[in-house]
């Protein structure tokens, strides 16, 4: 019960890796992705982009300028132009 | 013939070369591992990319699709977007990419188009000016960048969008070298704005939600897909720029080597017979007391 991450910068791949839950800055609010959420897409605001390895523990924040989340089958992929930290 | 000391001094210069040449082929092949790991890392970006451009696009057709996607509706004002170089020493890449460039220019012009170039890169400039003296536009100048990145792409690409969008052109092509190997690379065309439809993606059956919707994420999306093209050709010229310097200044090497050579054999045979005629003198003229 993991879900698939995925972040992509032009750059190169920075995350790959099954977590529990993340919450990306959507363009129109900011909305959480778990395991076998439906299919979704969304262009995101410049924000920061909150990671929970696991259920409970502290989350890693991500900050991203200017790209788009999509949810598939296969997880969430973060496309942004810049990453911070 | 060359005196003996004209001899040495000229082995010695080319001696010099060799070591000039020798040392930029060493970094050339450093270089071109970098240059080939971030070509590859930008992989991933490109095609995802790729395929949600794909999936959307199928979506929104018609008049509501973006100026990028839907072009100005004619064909007549047409761009080269022609990316090269900014130094020298790589060998036949240049002229390679400006002759590609010049072919696509003439069939252009031979179907009545009219014809524009945007040069990316110091080492078009001067052969294309030669040919088409009025015909450029404008010349994005890298040289002074030390390692090229995304954002002299996106300067690039708001540039040329800004001007598609001011209709100074109807559609542009990219004109790049693509990296094959050290001793190939193959300069390209392909069209970059209006940005090509892509062939159909295949469906996923599930319905996907959209926020906003379609239309406003895809006018996001294409001058991205823009971006992404160009900083693909930068990092390929790069690539390439430093396989084709490698090659050639191995070439330079090899062919400072067999100067070396034959110099020094022509050097040792105008001494020895130096050396054969002071003798023979010595003897005559121990002979004539």
Redesign the interface.
């Given at each position: 019960m993991a879900l698939h991450f995925e972040l992509?910068?032009?750059?190169?791949?920075v995350r790959s890796e099954d977590v529990h839950m993340v919450v990306v800055p959507?363009?129109?609010g900011e909305f959480g992705v778990l395991e076998g959420h439906?299919?979704?897409?969304?262009?995101i605001r410049d924000g920061a982009v909150q990671v929970w390895k696991t259920e409970g523990s502290t989350p890693e924040t991500i900050e991203v300028r200017?790209?788009?989340a999509?949810v598939?089958?296969n997880g969430l992929?973060v496309?942004a132009?810049?990453v911070d930290g | 013939m060359a005196s003996l000391k004209e001899l040495k001094d000229r082995i010695g210069s080319v001696k010099s070369t060799q070591k000039i040449t020798k040392a930029k082929q060493m970094v050339a092949a450093a270089k071109l591992r970098k240059a080939q790991a971030s070509a590859e890392a930008a992989r991933p970006y490109g095609e995802r990319l790729a395929s949600v451009m794909a999936s959307l696009a199928s979506k929104v057709s018609g008049d509501s699709a973006p100026l990028l996607l839907r072009g100005t509706g004619s064909d007549a004002k047409h761009l080269l977007v022609v990316v090269n170089t900014d130094k020298g020493l790589c060998g036949g890449l240049n002229s390679n990419i400006v002759k590609e460039a010049k072919l696509q220019a003439k069939k252009l012009m031979a179907e009545g188009k009219d014809v524009t170039f945007y040069l990316v890169g110091k080492k078009g400039r001067a052969p294309i000016k030669r040919e088409y003296p009025n015909k450029i536009g404008h010349h994005y100048d890298t040289s002074d960048v030390r390692h090229i990145g995304f954002a002299e792409a996106e300067g690039i690409a708001a540039d040329l969008i800004a001007r598609f969008e001011a209709g100074e052109f109807d559609i542009a092509h990219l004109v790049y070298p693509i990296f094959q190997s050290a001793l190939v690379q193959n300069p390209t065309t392909v069209q970059l704005l209006p940005v090509p439809s892509p062939e159909t993606a295949e469906e996923s059956d599930a319905a996907v939600e959209y926020e906003p919707d379609e239309e406003e994420i895809l006018a996001e999306l294409l001058p991205r897909y823009v971006k992404t093209q160009l900083f693909g050709a930068l990092l390929e010229r790069e690539a390439s720029e430093q396989g084709a310097s490698m090659t050639a200044m191995d070439n330079a090497t090899r062919n400072a080597g067999d100067l070396i050579d034959k110099l020094t054999i022509q050097y040792n045979r105008s001494r020895q017979a130096a050396i054969t005629t002071e003798l023979i003198e010595i003897i005559a003229g121990a002979e004539a007391l």
């Open positions: 992509v910068t032009p750059s190169k791949l959507g363009a129109e439906a299919p979704f897409m969304s262009t200017g790209g788009f999509e598939g089958e992929t496309l132009e810049h | -």
